[in-house]
């Protein structure tokens, strides 16, 4: 089982990015997926989700409306579009995935990405 994530980088505030992620091991249509990100000096966030059921996706609250989680099963790749970046989403962003827990608890899920670094600076 592997997630390999990748597109972070360094942006300019309101400035966009689209990370992704690949997944191998597994089909992906049989898994809910979630993105996190890891601050310096601060714990592991929840930023976004979606249900392997119904697609139902879920945002943490600092990046509604900014954020969009989707994904590809033919691909077997889970994206996160990123519109509107701040200093404050500067962080090492991280794919996950787990069989039965879905939402935004880091602790629910046991399969994880090596994180790519997104960067907002001007």
């Known amino acids: 089982v592997q997630l390999q994530a990748s597109g972070g980088g360094l942006v300019q505030p309101g400035g966009s990015l689209r990370l992704s992620c690949v997944v191998s091991g597994f089909n992906l249509k049989d898994y809910n997926s979630g993105w996190f990100r890891q601050a310096p000096g601060k714990g592991r966030e929840g930023v976004s989700s979606i249900s392997m059921i119904d697609g139902s996706t879920y945002y943490g609250d600092s990046v509604k409306g900014r954020f969009t989680i989707s994904r590809d099963n033919s691909k077997n790749t889970v994206y996160l579009q990123m519109n509107n970046l701040k200093s404050e989403d500067t962080a090492v962003y991280y794919c996950?995935?787990?069989?039965?827990?879905?939402?935004?608890?880091?602790?629910?899920?046991?399969?994880w990405g090596q994180g790519t670094q997104v960067t907002v600076s001007s």
């Open positions: 996950a995935a787990d069989r039965h827990s879905h939402g935004l608890d880091p602790d629910f899920y046991d399969f």
